[in-house]
C-alpha cells in the first residue's frame, strides 16, 4: 500500500439544502485545507454539516458554490459516473452502520471494490485476504456479516475501505456503533492506517477520546469551521497547494 | 458490473417469498402454455384443414340427419371427385366412461379422401374385406391395449341394439393422423353397411339417415364454388343442406360449447395481469430492501447502470426460473392432454406458437416488475440510499 499524495481543499465552498421550501445554509464560503497524509477528526453538535463535508470530500455531494480538490482533482468537474470513477480509485468509506452487504461474505465485501479495477481474480483474491489481514480478519473471511460482532463488521468495513489503496479514508462516526473496547480497536486500525499507510483520513466523530487519536481536530458549527486546539496542523500549515484550473491564474 | 453472486444471493434473500412467487409464475406461465395451446389447435383445425374437403349437413342442424340418397346427387355436381358418409355412432367400451368418437363411414372410401391417413398396423384391404371391421386411432388402441386382430365389444348409446347386446368390430387397422388436422388420434371408423343393415333387420334402434357427407372436390375447384352449387341443389329438397368448408366446420364443431377463443383469452389475460402484479409487488419489496446495498455500491464506484441491473437481473431471474418451469412443466404433460382433449382439439400441441409467446411475456412479465425498483436504483443518490431504513 502507497502513502496517499491526496491533499483535501474546500475553496469558497457553500451547500445550500431545500428543506419545507425553504433553504437551509450548511456551509457559505467554507475554505479547509488538510494536508495529504493527515488524520483529521471533524467535531460538532448535529447538523453542523460534519458528514455534509464528508460527502462534499468523497464526491458523493457537490457544492452549489466553491471547488471541491482532492489530490489534483477539481470534483466538481467530473461527470457522475466520472465521480463514481474516481471514487473507486481514490476513497475509502467507512460508515457509523457498517453498511457491508448482508448477502457477501466478509471476502467478498472486501472483493467488492476490487472489482472495478482491472485485478484478475487471483490478484483481487490476494489483495482482498491481505486487506482482511491488517485488520486481523483474515480468519473470517467466508463468515457473513450477521456472523460478526459489530467490531469485527467495523473491522471488515475498514479492510473494504482501504483494499483498492485508496489516497483518502473517509470516516462517518467509525465507533459509534460500538462498545469502548471495538471502538478502541477501530480507532486503534485508524491510528495505523495513518502512521503505517499515511492515508489521507477525515473521521467525524462526537467522542472526544476519538478525536484525540487524531493530529488535528476541526470544529464546525453553523456552517463554519473552527481549527482544533488539540491538532499538530493550523489551518495556515495545513494548507497544500492545489494545481489552478486551466484557464484560470496561477 | 455487479457480480453475479449477489445478484442472485439478494434474489435469494427471502427464500419463501421467491419460492411463493416463482411457484405462482410456474402455475400461471403453465396455464397460459395449455390455454395458448388450446386456441392454436382450434386456429390449425382451421388453417390446416384440407382446402380440398366440404363438409354438407343438414341446414337445421348438425344433430339432423340426411337421407342417404343425397350422396349420389352430390356426386353429380361439377367439381365433386367423390363423397363418404360419416355417421356419429355415441358408444362406448363395457363402461359409459370409456366412451370416445366412433363413426360409420364408406369403408371403401375413407383412404382416397383422407389420404394423409396412414395405417401403422393392419391393412385398408382387410378393413375393406370385411363389414365387421374397423379402424382405431393409434391412442386409443393404446389405451385400452388394442391390437390389430382383436374384437372389440362397443355399447351404442345412439344405435342400441334392441337385444341389449354389444355391438361387436373386428380391429384391421390401427391409425396414424398426425399429418392430417382433421382427423385425431382417438377415434374409431367402421362401416356404415354393418350399421344400416343392423338397422334395416331391426336388430338396432336409432334415426335413418346421414350425419353428414364429406366431399373430396376434384382438383382446380373451390369450396365456395362447390359449396354453393351443392346447397342450390338442394334447396328446394324435403332436406336443405349446408356445405361449409372442412377448417371452418372444425372451428364450428368446437365453438358449440362456446366462443371458446374469446373465453380462452380472457382467463388467459386475468391469469397474466394476477401475476404481473403479484411479481411487481415482489420486485419492489426486494428493491426496497436493497436500497442500502445500492447506497454501498455507488459509494465504492458502481455506477447508476450496475444498480440498474442489480435489480433488472433479478425480476429477469426469477421470472426465468418461475416461467421457464411452467413452460417445462406444459411441455411435460403435452401427452396426458392429448389423451384428455385430443377429441376435442385435435392437433393439441405444446408448439413453438405456443413457446415463443410464452417465453416473450416472461421477459414482459420480467421487465414489467424489474423496470420500477431498476429505475429507482439508477436514480437513488448515495446519500439518499444510505439515509434509508433498512
Redesign the interface.
Known amino acids: 500500500m502507497q502513502e496517499s499524495q491526496h491533499g483535501v481543499e474546500l475553496r469558497g465552498v457553500s451547500r445550500i439544502y431545500t428543506r419545507g421550501g425553504e433553504g437551509v445554509k450548511v456551509f457559505d464560503d467554507v475554505d479547509l485545507s488538510v494536508n495529504a497524509g493527515a488524520f483529521c477528526a471533524l467535531m460538532g453538535p448535529s447538523g453542523s454539516g460534519k458528514s455534509t463535508l464528508l460527502?462534499l470530500v468523497?464526491g458523493?455531494?457537490r457544492p452549489d458554490s466553491g471547488d471541491v480538490v482532492v489530490g489534483d482533482t477539481f470534483l466538481s468537474d467530473l461527470s457522475?459516473?466520472a465521480l463514481?470513477?474516481?471514487?473507486?480509485?481514490n476513497v475509502g468509506?467507512v460508515?457509523q452502520g457498517f453498511?457491508?452487504?448482508?448477502?457477501?461474505t466478509a471476502f467478498?465485501n472486501v472483493e467488492?471494490?476490487l472489482?472495478?479495477t482491472g485485478l484478475s481474480k487471483a490478484e483481487r483474491k490476494e489483495h482482498a485476504m491481505h486487506a482482511l489481514e491488517l485488520v486481523d480478519m483474515g480468519d473470517r473471511a467466508k463468515h457473513r456479516p450477521g456472523q460478526l460482532s459489530g467490531g469485527q463488521e467495523q473491522r471488515v468495513a475498514i479492510a473494504?475501505a482501504i483494499a483498492s489503496d485508496p489516497g483518502v479514508i473517509l470516516a462517518d462516526e467509525p465507533t459509534g456503533d460500538l462498545d469502548f473496547e471495538s471502538a478502541c480497536q477501530v480507532l486503534d486500525l485508524m491510528g495505523r492506517l495513518h502512521t503505517e499507510l499515511g492515508k489521507t483520513i477525515l473521521m467525524v466523530t462526537h467522542d472526544p477520546r476519538a478525536a484525540e487519536r487524531a493530529e488535528r481536530v476541526i470544529h464546525l458549527d453553523k456552517g463554519r469551521i473552527s481549527e482544533s486546539s488539540e491538532g499538530t496542523e493550523s489551518a495556515d500549515d495545513g494548507f497544500r497547494e492545489v494545481k489552478p484550473r486551466e484557464g484560470e491564474g496561477a | 458490473m455487479v457480480p453475479f453472486k449477489l445478484i442472485w444471493r439478494n434474489l435469494l434473500r427471502h427464500k419463501l417469498r421467491v419460492l411463493l412467487t416463482a411457484g405462482s409464475l410456474t402455475v400461471a406461465f403453465f396455464l397460459l402454455c395449455v390455454l395458448q395451446a388450446l386456441v392454436v389447435s382450434l386456429d390449425q383445425g382451421v388453417k390446416n384443414a384440407s382446402k380440398k374437403r366440404l363438409v354438407v349437413q343438414s341446414a337445421v342442424s348438425l344433430f339432423v340427419n340426411l337421407p342417404a340418397s343425397y350422396q349420389g346427387k352430390i356426386e353429380t355436381i361439377e367439381g365433386v371427385e367423390e363423397s363418404m358418409k360419416m355417421t356419429w355412432f355415441g358408444g362406448y367400451y363395457r363402461e359409459p366412461a370409456n366412451m370416445f368418437a366412433q363413426f360409420a363411414i364408406d369403408a371403401d372410401r375413407m383412404e382416397r379422401i383422407y389420404s394423409s391417413v396412414e395405417l401403422v398396423e393392419g391393412s385398408w384391404e382387410e378393413f375393406k374385406s370385411s363389414r365387421m371391421s374397423c379402424l382405431v386411432g393409434k391412442e386409443t388402441a393404446k389405451k385400452y391395449g388394442w391390437s390389430v386382430g382383436d374384437r372389440v365389444p362397443i355399447v351404442g348409446m345412439i344405435y342400441p341394439r334392441l337385444d341389449g347386446s354389444e355391438w361387436q368390430f373386428d380391429i384391421a387397422g390401427i391409425y396414424d393422423a398426425s399429418q392430417e388436422a382433421s382427423i385425431d388420434d382417438l377415434t374409431m371408423y367402421f362401416h356404415w353397411e354393418y350399421l344400416d343393415e343392423a338397422m334395416e333387420a331391426g336388430a338396432a334402434g336409432g334415426a335413418d339417415g346421414i350425419g353428414v357427407y364429406s366431399v373430396l372436390l376434384s382438383d382446380g375447384y373451390s369450396q365456395a364454388g362447390v359449396g354453393a352449387l351443392i346447397d342450390g341443389l338442394f334447396e328446394n329438397g324435403p332436406q336443405r343442406v349446408q356445405s361449409t368448408p372442412e377448417g371452418e366446420f372444425n372451428a364450428q364443431f368446437v365453438s358449440m360449447v362456446g366462443n371458446v377463443p374469446f373465453f380462452v383469452g380472457t382467463i388467459g389475460m386475468g391469469v397474466l395481469i394476477a401475476i404481473l402484479l403479484a411479481t411487481l409487488n415482489t420486485m419492489l419489496m426486494s428493491g426496497r430492501e436493497q436500497t442500502r446495498d445500492v447506497g454501498v455500491l455507488k459509494a465504492l464506484g458502481f455506477d447508476g447502470s450496475a444498480a440498474f441491473w442489480l435489480l433488472l437481473t433479478q425480476s429477469l431471474l426469477l421470472c426465468g426460473v418461475g416461467a421457464g418451469t411452467g413452460i417445462l412443466l406444459a411441455l411435460g404433460v403435452e401427452g396426458p392432454l392429448q389423451a384428455l382433449l385430443g377429441s376435442n382439439f385435435p392437433g393439441l400441441r405444446i408448439s413453438s406458437d405456443v413457446l415463443a409467446p410464452a417465453v416473450l411475456l416472461a421477459v414482459a412479465v420480467a421487465l414489467f416488475a424489474g423496470l420500477a425498483p431498476a429505475l429507482r436504483a439508477r436514480r437513488l443518490t448515495v446519500i439518499e440510499a444510505l439515509r434509508e431504513e433498512a
Open positions: 460527502n468523497g458523493l455531494d457522475e459516473s463514481a470513477e474516481w471514487r473507486s480509485e468509506f460508515f453498511n457491508l452487504v448482508p448477502v457477501l467478498e467488492l471494490p472489482l472495478l473494504r
